[in-house]
């Protein structure tokens, strides 16, 4: 009789997709009052994600806690970023994990060239990753074709930061820094404010071109024209502090022709 032969079953490996961001139950106030009630949000890489509600329902409250903002507190939940829990890591960290947070109002900082600055920040993020520090000749390089996404000037790159910037260079420089940083997680916080059509263009652009499928972004808006130039994989409609629709642009259209009182009898009925 012959030897019995093992049968040879074929391994299979089925590989954990992670979503990149994962946002469950999350709780959060400033001081006494409650502004995020319970949201619930999950963002995989390639995505681009549209946040809108009314004013003062929690939009802004929930970019400051995932970038780590400390005038937040989180009473309940969780944020896990790439595999990590992020509510654990100070603003630094994240940063340096790949999180960018572009403001609603970006700050001035006088006296600090957006040069100095960038190379400051770029530096110190590749330490953080055990890279070695770009070199000035590596870093201008860097910077240089960087500028084209956002068509910055070299008399703008070479200004203070923010100092005296028009409302469209602010955000234009906010786009230059999400460019030379690389975030793998982006959230650009109402970028749409105060810009001419000319500047959106520019602000858009620049944000399509950034766009990988590694990376994903968060778009915080009020208004559907920025959806025109960004076009959203997911809308979400974040209402007293919970998120209670989702949908694609459409969701977006209907909110620009009808407003969001159909969102509030939804809710009270």
């Known amino acids: 009789m012959s030897p019995l032969k093992r049968a040879v079953v074929p391994i299979v490996i089925i590989h954990n997709i992670m979503a990149l961001l994962t946002i469950r139950n999350l709780h959060a106030s400033i001081g006494d009052k409650e502004i995020l009630k319970g949201v619930d949000l999950e963002i995989n890489r390639g995505e681009v994600h549209s946040i809108m509600g009314p004013n003062g329902n929690g939009k802004s409250t929930l970019a400051g ?3 780590g903002n400390p005038k937040y507190t989180v009473t309940e939940g969780e944020v896990i970023y790439d595999g990590k829990n992020i509510l654990e890591m100070p603003v630094d960290v994240r940063a340096s994990e790949g999180i960018f947070l572009g403001f609603q109002y970006p700050v001035e900082i006088p006296g600090v060239s957006i040069t100095n600055f960038m190379r400051t920040a770029v530096n110190e993020q ?8 770009l070199s000035g000749s590596e870093f201008l390089k860097l ?8 068509e910055m000037t070299t008399t703008l790159a070479n200004r203070s930061v923010n100092e005296g910037f028009s409302g469209g260079e602010k955000k234009k420089n906010e786009i230059f820094q999400m460019a030379m940083l690389n975030p793998t997680l982006s959230i650009l916080d109402e970028t749409d404010s105060g810009l001419d059509i000319d500047a959106l263009r520019i602000v858009a652009s620049g944000v399509n071109q950034l766009r990988t ?15 025109d130039y960004i076009v959203p994989d997911f809308v979400h409609i974040l209402y007293e502090g919970r998120i209670v629709k989702t949908g694609d642009k459409e969701l977006a259209l209907k909110l620009e022709k009808e407003g969001y009182d159909w969102i509030r ?5």
């Open 65 to 67: 806690v995932i970038a």
């Open 126 to 133: 590749r330490k953080y990753r055990g890279l070695n520090p």
């Open 143 to 150: 910077m240089e074709e960087k500028k084209k996404v956002v």
């Open 213 to 227: 499928p590694d990376n994903a972004t968060i778009v915080i808006t009020h208004y559907q024209r920025l959806l």
């Open 265 to 269: 009898k939804e809710q009270e009925s």
